[in-house]
């Protein structure tokens, strides 16, 4: 088929280069967010999807709206069979839904009905999932409602962050989205309505989302950590000043002070931080304006006096 690939961000690459190495289907072009800022110089940068694009030599277009008038003409003019879709972060109006014969297939990283929305991997790591996995499914207007072309299923490990999970699925996205694209082509895949049933919402989550409740259970403070890791990043407040935080042990060695919550007790080789249950030992934490460090190297620096508390 002849397709117009649409995604921004890294974990929409797989998805693209698979479909570029595939002998069947012929990418186009690719839609792709704006050129943007970011990093530390603010430096206007294409986007991963983009990039890639860019290397293999394949046109971009980078609407800032997709129901611009400009970008509907030149999908048109492209023809394509069919759109899929990685995280391309806008929503698509009906007049681009309704373009190519095939519509457009999203590539979404729940087990739809499940986590419909922005962030589904995070809100899978924070609910205590076991397991997840991906879908493809027809885009409509609705928020990720659409019929299911097929999933893959991904154990979500204990110490697992968004980051390495969201890593995993991409890969097997990628071949899931490939095979779908394959079976639209032969005929030989129908899409099935989501059962109603089992429903639930992922919305974006924001810098304040991602801050550590220390009144919470152990297990609870670890989940959310690991769930906005490695973007929004978590945090908490030390001396009036944010404090990034890495991944926390929920069990650490040999013998466990009380410790109220938010309680920072330093130890030589470990730092430790009550919590609604067990004290959780921090991982590596990162001061507003330096790189991330062990906790301990941090603890020394600052010198924390008995009784004092993350907020």
């Not at 409740?213 to 945090?235: K, N």
């Amino acid at each position: 088929m002849r397709l117009v690939f649409a995604g921004t961000p890294e974990p929409a690459v797989p998805a693209l280069r698979a479909l570029l190495e595939s002998q069947r289907h012929t990418v186009a072009a690719v839609v792709t967010r704006p050129d943007a800022r970011s990093g530390r110089g603010r430096e206007v940068k294409r986007s991963p999807v983009g990039t890639l694009a860019d290397e293999a030599g394949i046109p971009v277009l980078t609407p800032a709206r997709p129901s611009e008038p400009e970008f509907l003409d030149a999908l048109r003019a492209l023809e394509p069979d069919c759109c899929p879709v990685v995280a391309y972060g806008a929503l698509v109006p009906r007049t681009a839904l309704d373009i190519p014969r095939h519509g457009w297939v999203n590539l979404h990283f729940s087990l739809l009905p499940a986590w419909r929305g922005a962030a589904p991997v995070q809100a899978a790591v924070r609910a205590g999932d076991e397991i997840t996995g991906a879908s493809t499914f027809l885009l409509e207007e609705g928020l990720d409602t659409g019929p299911v072309f097929g999933v893959v299923t991904e154990a979500i490990r204990p110490t697992d962050t968004s980051g390495e999970l969201l890593g995993r699925l991409a890969l097997s996205g990628a071949q899931l989205l490939l095979a779908t694209m394959d079976g639209i082509e032969d005929g030989s895949l129908d899409a099935a309505p989501q059962p109603a049933e089992g429903v639930s919402h992922a919305p974006k989550v924001l810098t304040a989302d991602a801050q550590v409740d220390w009144a919470e259970p152990p297990l609870a403070v670890g989940r959310l950590v690991r769930s906005v890791t490695p973007a929004p990043g978590a945090w908490t407040t030390f001396r009036g000043e944010r404090l990034g935080l890495g991944p926390l042990s929920l069990d650490p060695a040999g013998e466990l002070p009380t410790l109220k919550p938010g309680e920072v007790l330093a130890e030589k080789r470990r730092v430790l931080v009550g919590t609604a249950g067990a004290p959780v030992e921090l991982g590596e934490v990162r001061p507003v304006g330096k790189r991330a460090m062990p906790a301990p190297d941090w603890a020394r620096g600052v010198r924390i006096e008995p009784g004092e508390a993350f907020a």
